[in-house]
């Protein structure tokens, strides 16, 4: 079964970002579907929808692996499965 | 497909990280309508039995819950039918075998608590209920994580004063008997009128004869999230307010609703019902009273706080009941003065009495809870503020709750710390005027006309 979820990441700006995070969600089997960034007075933000297959990566792998990614680039990296945002904000 | 905005996505993340959004409880009723009998040790063994078979997943669950979705869950409870149902037994020490078995089976499956050791006595007593409100000092005092609850009042009853009174001896005694913790046995008792039959919130929650076999039933929070968004609007006038409370309360629901809808799916259980409260935990930043103070007020207990929380408990409301078809509970802004630091302050600042708190109760969710009043006060005066509050409960046909820690060997100015989701707070002055005479004619406050209602 295919997984959806979306990868946010906020921290201060450094070269190199979106490439560390995008290398280890490829490390993890995972695909990147879409994914926007953007700087502002330093502050990196990025939004990256993701997509894996159960049979070959889990969330709880996926989480692991970009929380230490966060935690060596400098980012507050969250994983969560794209149902909460489609449900918090529509009926 | 459904279009998700980034500011949408960041808004959502924000609430998590940023503003202490997460879901209160995740709690399971369960019935224990196939438990019954008079031996309490072979009802204790069904019971624990039952309980470990139908909620042996909850917290596993709840915890895939909160890794898939990236929002804590903060407690995993169970509510079980009123224990007075279902053991017929006249002597209290078989209640407070069941009680042993309760706490037993809750530890066993690792949840926080489990509520239902209870009985409802608006009316009357029958020797099941007379026996196990004997038993609750000695089962609550006894046990971790056992929750009474006792309906002494109904909108449709009146108000059973022998029971009111009854209740305030137990509340002396387990005030007692804990005392060395602080008297944290009364922080697992509540005082009710018009007892919801679905709450998730303890101590109060028991799972009523009009439930199914099963179900789950969700307590969202958020005080946090809508205390950033009334404070980022100053400018805003109460109309606007109002939205901006709905459209926050909706969001805080829907994901209320998203764990319901699975937790019950992946428990084989019916999907109860939503609570749509603002519970505030004691950390500062995630409080009832700052949302207030964000709207306006110098300190919680102004002038104007009455109102002030009718119109953020009504916008809660709303909001919720546009996020989902299955409301229930207690829904509405809760003011436990212990679990709300800044509640608590305004207390130990002399801001907040217990007359003002009794007028907020009023038109807010439970009642007086998590007050802590003088240990040498008499059973009279104990008894009068609990009629009171269910007074206010019985006359608008809401439900009220009086959870009152009487702190023994304290008096007013001293402090209680009860740890964790329960808090401190300080020991609140209470009238010294008396009302023997009046709680000694016992009997029962009648039922109300239900019109004339001026």
Same mark, same amino acid.
């Given at each position: 079964?295919?997984?959806?979820?979306?990868?946010?990441?906020?921290?201060?700006?450094?070269?190199?970002?979106?490439?560390? @995070? #995008?290398?280890?969600? %490829?490390?993890?089997?995972?695909?990147?579907?879409?994914?926007? $960034?953007?700087?502002?007075?330093?502050?990196?933000?990025?939004?990256?929808?993701?997509?894996?297959?159960?049979?070959?990566?889990?969330? @709880? #792998?996926?989480?692991? %692996?970009?929380?230490?990614?966060?935690?060596?680039?400098?980012? $507050?990296?969250?994983?969560?499965?794209?149902?909460?945002?489609?449900?918090?904000?529509?009926? | 497909?459904?279009?998700?905005?980034?500011?949408?996505?960041?808004?959502?993340?924000?609430?998590?990280?940023?503003?202490?959004?997460?879901?209160?409880?995740?709690?399971?009723?369960?019935?224990?309508?196939?438990?019954?009998?008079?031996?309490?040790?072979?009802?204790?063994?069904?019971?624990?039995?039952?309980?470990?078979?139908?909620?042996?997943?909850?917290?596993?669950?709840?915890?895939?819950?909160?890794?898939?979705?990236?929002?804590?869950?903060?407690?995993?409870?169970?509510?079980?039918?009123?224990?007075?149902?279902?053991?017929?037994?006249?002597?209290?020490?078989?209640?407070?075998?069941?009680?042993?078995?309760?706490?037993?089976?809750?530890?066993?499956?690792?949840?926080?608590?489990?509520?239902?050791?209870?009985?409802?006595?608006?009316?009357?007593?029958?020797?099941?209920?007379?026996?196990?409100?004997?038993?609750?000092?000695?089962?609550?005092?006894?046990?971790?994580?056992?929750?009474?609850?006792?309906?002494?009042?109904?909108?449709?009853?009146?108000?059973?004063?022998?029971?009111?009174?009854?209740?305030?001896?137990?509340?002396?005694?387990?005030?007692?008997?804990?005392?060395?913790?602080?008297?944290?046995?009364?922080?697992?008792?509540?005082?009710?009128?018009?007892?919801?039959?679905?709450?998730?919130?303890?101590?109060?929650?028991?799972?009523?004869?009009?439930?199914?076999?099963?179900?789950?039933?969700?307590?969202?929070?958020?005080?946090?999230?809508?205390?950033?968004?009334?404070?980022?609007?100053?400018?805003?006038?109460?109309?606007?307010?109002?939205?901006?409370?709905?459209?926050?309360?909706?969001?805080?629901?829907?994901?209320?609703?998203?764990?319901?809808?699975?937790?019950?799916?992946?428990?084989?259980?019916?999907?109860?019902?939503?609570?749509?409260?603002?519970?505030?935990?004691?950390?500062?930043?995630?409080?009832?009273?700052?949302?207030?103070?964000?709207?306006?007020?110098?300190?919680?207990?102004?002038?104007?706080?009455?109102?002030?929380?009718?119109?953020?408990?009504?916008?809660?409301?709303?909001?919720?009941?546009?996020?989902?078809?299955?409301?229930?509970?207690?829904?509405?802004?809760?003011?436990?003065?212990?679990?709300?630091?800044?509640?608590?302050?305004?207390?130990?600042?002399?801001?907040?009495?217990?007359?003002?708190?009794?007028?907020?109760?009023?038109?807010?969710?439970?009642?007086?809870?998590?007050?802590?009043?003088?240990?040498?006060?008499?059973?009279?005066?104990?008894?009068?503020?609990?009629?009171?509050?269910?007074?206010?409960?019985?006359?608008?046909?809401?439900?009220?709750?009086?959870?009152?820690?009487?702190?023994?060997?304290?008096?007013?100015?001293?402090?209680?710390?009860?740890?964790?989701?329960?808090?401190?707070?300080?020991?609140?002055?209470?009238?010294?005027?008396?009302?023997?005479?009046?709680?000694?004619?016992?009997?029962?406050?009648?039922?109300?006309?239900?019109?004339?209602?001026?």
């Amino acid at each position: 079964m295919r997984t959806s979820v979306i990868v946010t990441a906020l921290g201060p700006d450094s070269h190199g970002l979106l490439a560390a @995070v #995008a290398t280890t969600v %490829a490390a993890q089997n995972a695909n990147v579907d879409d994914v926007s $960034q953007t700087v502002a007075n330093g502050l990196f933000t990025m939004i990256m929808f993701v997509s894996f297959d159960e049979t070959e990566t889990t969330m @709880v #792998a996926l989480k692991d %692996a970009l929380e230490a990614t966060g935690e060596r680039v400098g980012l $507050q990296i969250n994983v969560q499965h794209e149902n909460i945002f489609k449900f918090m904000h529509r009926i | 497909m459904v279009f998700i905005t980034e500011q949408e996505i960041l808004e959502t993340v924000s609430m998590i990280r940023s503003e202490n959004l997460d879901v209160r409880a995740v709690t399971m009723g369960i019935s224990l309508s196939d438990c019954g009998g008079r031996d309490p040790g072979k009802v204790a063994e069904r019971v624990r039995a039952k309980i470990v078979q139908r909620a042996g997943r909850l917290v596993g669950v709840a915890d895939e819950l909160e890794h898939k979705y990236g929002i804590p869950i903060v407690n995993k409870r169970v509510s079980l039918t009123p224990i007075a149902h279902v053991l017929g037994s006249d002597d209290p020490a078989a209640y407070v075998e069941v009680a042993h078995a309760l706490d037993a089976a809750a530890e066993e499956i690792g949840i926080d608590f489990v509520g239902g050791f209870s009985c409802l006595v608006q009316k009357g007593f029958t020797r099941a209920d007379s026996a196990l409100i004997e038993a609750i000092s000695e089962a609550i005092s006894g046990t971790r994580r056992v929750c009474s609850s006792v309906n002494v009042a109904s909108t449709r009853a009146g108000i059973n004063m022998d029971a009111v009174v009854r209740m305030a001896d137990v509340l002396k005694s387990v005030s007692q008997k804990t005392a060395a913790e602080d008297c944290i046995g009364c922080a697992k008792i509540v005082v009710f009128c018009n007892v919801p039959e679905d709450n998730p919130f303890m101590a109060g929650a028991l799972h009523g004869s009009g439930e199914p076999e099963v179900s789950v039933n969700v307590a969202i929070s958020g005080p946090g999230v809508v205390r950033n968004a009334v404070a980022s609007h100053p400018e805003a006038s109460l109309i606007e307010l109002a939205d901006l409370i709905k459209r926050t309360a909706f969001k805080i629901t829907r994901v209320g609703e998203l764990v319901a809808r699975e937790a019950s799916q992946m428990l084989g259980a019916q999907m109860g019902i939503i609570d749509l409260s603002l519970a505030p935990p004691p950390a500062v930043g995630d409080s009832i009273a700052e949302i207030l103070e964000s709207m306006g007020l110098g300190q919680v207990g102004a002038p104007g706080t009455t109102a002030a929380l009718a119109l953020l408990n009504d916008a809660v409301k709303k909001g919720g009941t546009m996020a989902t078809s299955s409301t229930g509970g207690l829904s509405g802004a809760f003011i436990p003065v212990s679990e709300d630091a800044a509640m608590a302050k305004a207390a130990a600042d002399g801001v907040l009495s217990i007359e003002k708190l009794e007028a907020m109760t009023a038109v807010c969710s439970l009642g007086l809870d998590m007050i802590v009043v003088p240990g040498d006060i008499s059973r009279s005066a104990l008894a009068g503020v609990i009629a009171d509050v269910m007074a206010i409960g019985m006359i608008n046909a809401k439900t009220t709750g009086a959870r009152l820690i009487p702190a023994y060997g304290k008096t007013v100015g001293d402090w209680v710390t009860l740890g964790g989701l329960f808090g401190e707070a300080p020991v609140m002055g209470v009238s010294s005027a008396t009302n023997d005479a009046f709680v000694a004619r016992g009997g029962r406050i009648p039922a109300p006309l239900q019109s004339l209602t001026n």
